[in-house]
Nanobody
Framework: VQLQASGGGLVQAGGSLRLSCAASGPTISRYSMAWFRQAPGKEREFVAFTWNGGTTYYVDSVKGRFTISRDNAKSTAYLQMNSLEPEDTAVYYC????????????????????WGQGTQVTVSS
C-alpha cells in the first residue's frame, strides 16, 4: 500500500488543522493506521493510532486536542488537530501496519510496514 499525507501548513497557536492520509492499493480496512511526528533535532514520536470499530490510542500530550479517524470506504485516515501549540510543530507522518496491532506495540515505529512522505505542520506563537 502507498500512503500520501497532506493537510499540513502554518497556523497560529490555538488554531486547527486536519491531516489526511490517502492510501492506494488494498483497502485500509486490513491495516492499523497511525500518525507519528518528528520535530527538528528530535526522534520520531508516536502521536495517534486507530483500528477498525473506533479503537484509538493517543500519546498523552495530544489527548483531548487531537482526534484520529478513518474512512475505510475512502481508504483515508485523518488527524484532526485542535488547540495547536508551538510544541506540535513537526513533520507528521502517517503509517500503516498489516493487521491489528496490540496496544502495547502501537507506539513503536518498527511495527509499521508502510509510511507516507510526511507533511509539515508549523504552529506559531
Amino acid at each position: 500500500v502507498q500512503l500520501q499525507a497532506s493537510g499540513g501548513g502554518l497556523v497560529q497557536a490555538g488554531g486547527s488543522l486536519r491531516l489526511s492520509c490517502a492510501a492506494s492499493g488494498p483497502t485500509i480496512s486490513r491495516y492499523s493506521m497511525a500518525w507519528f511526528r518528528q520535530a527538528p533535532g528530535k526522534e520520531r514520536e508516536f502521536v495517534a493510532f486507530t483500528w477498525n470499530g473506533g479503537t484509538t490510542y493517543y500519546v498523552d500530550s495530544v489527548k483531548g486536542r487531537f482526534t484520529i479517524s478513518r474512512d475505510n470506504a475512502k481508504s483515508t485516515a485523518y488527524l484532526q488537530m485542535n488547540s495547536l501549540e508551538p510544541e506540535d510543530t513537526a513533520v507528521y507522518y502517517c503509517a500503516a501496519a498489516t493487521g491489528r496491532l496490540i496496544l502495547t506495540r502501537v507506539r513503536s515505529s518498527y511495527e509499521y510496514d508502510y509510511w507516507g512522505q510526511g507533511t509539515q505542520v508549523t504552529v506559531s506563537s
